[in-house]
T-cell receptor
Framework: GGIITQTPKFLIGQEGQKLTLKCQQN?????MYWYRQDSGKGLRLIYY???????QKGDLSEGYDASREKKSSFSLTVTSAQKNEMAVFLC?????????????FGSGTRLTVL | GDSVTQTEGQVTVSESKSLIINCTYS????????LFWYVRYPGEGLQLLLK?????QKGSSRGFEATYNKETTSFHLQKASVQESDSAVYYC???????????FGSGTKVIVLP
């Protein structure tokens, strides 16, 4: 088995601030994802990466940057935090990028913007 | 684009009663997507409950079943007799295209009363 660790669990920032969320996985999975979940809504894809140093934009990538410098880690940067971005950010990984792969999720980072 | 619509909000059901969570999907880019149910138990991360990748097939796990119906574009989740431990948030999801990034529904919170 493996685990996905997201840090921090809670992140509080000021409007306009640049904020970074981190994700580590020890599954040795190739593909990693960042999703955002707003209260009462489904998950929306921000970025994904099919291998080290690869980045692919999801539907919600505007206002975010991502970095995959190592196979085991995937970070997400909110370039300028806005109040309407308060949400839970979920990191996930899968062993390949085939259509039927199971995603394994971390427990999330809850972002609050003051 | 793709979309997933599932039973909204919260469902309350008594222990030993049956449960059904409706899920319908729409996709513009592929005729037969892969379909998934994910679940988040209290205090835990999002995890796969079951998946079906072939139209007409049924998936099952932990007493839950879901049948991939391509005629009605539905993937309803059912359990004949729920237990308190089934209290959780359930998400229907669709996977298509050349990457396994998923499109999620908004989630259905299930509360099972003793």
């Amino acid at each position: 088995g493996g685990i996905i660790t997201q840090t921090p669990k809670f992140l509080i920032g000021q409007e306009g601030q640049k904020l970074t969320l981190k994700c580590q996985q020890n599954f040795n999975h190739d593909t990693m994802y960042w999703y955002r979940q707003d209260s009462g809504k489904g998950l929306r894809l921000i970025y994904y990466s099919i291998t080290e140093n690869d980045l692919q934009k999801g539907d919600l990538s505007e206002g975010y940057d991502a970095s995959r410098e190592k196979k085991s880690s995937f970070s997400l940067t909110v370039t300028s935090a806005q109040k309407n971005e308060m949400a839970v950010f979920l990191c996930a990984s899968s062993s390949d990028w085939g259509r039927a792969e199971t995603l394994y999720f971390g427990s999330g980072t809850r972002l609050t913007v003051l | 684009g793709d979309s997933v619509t599932q039973t909204e909000g919260q469902v309350t059901v008594s222990e030993s009663k049956s449960l059904i969570i409706n899920c319908t999907y729409s996709t513009t880019s592929i005729a037969y997507p892969n379909l998934f149910w994910y679940v988040r138990y209290p205090g835990e991360g999002l995890q796969l409950l079951l998946k079906v990748i072939t139209a007409g097939q049924k998936g099952s796990s932990r007493g839950f079943e879901a049948t991939y119906n391509k005629e009605t574009t539905s993937f309803h989740l059912q359990k004949a007799s729920v237990q308190e431990s089934d209290s959780a948030v359930y998400y229907c999801a669709l996977g298509e295209g050349f990457a396994s990034a998923l499109t999620f529904g908004s989630g259905t919170k299930v509360i099972v009363l003793p």
